[in-house]
């Protein structure tokens, strides 16, 4: 089993495919939540966790 792969990120929503090419899968945009650890979100595909970068602050209109 691959290691869990965490990527920060310094935007609310981003883009998945799973390094794309043939062993990738389709891509997804997905959205970080409020979790207790700060703001995340897991892949359902390949289980990449996207995190947002410490220190940096979510704009809101």
Do not use: F, W
């Not at 390094?19 to 997804?28: L, Y």
């Amino acid at each position: 089993m691959k290691p869990e792969e965490i990527i920060e990120v310094e935007t609310a929503s981003v883009a998945c495919d799973g390094d794309g090419g043939s062993a990738g899968h389709p891509r997804v945009y997905l959205h970080l939540k409020q979790e207790e650890n700060g703001y995340q979100v897991v892949c359902p595909y390949c289980s990449r966790t996207y995190k947002l970068k410490e220190g940096v602050a979510l704009g809101g209109h």
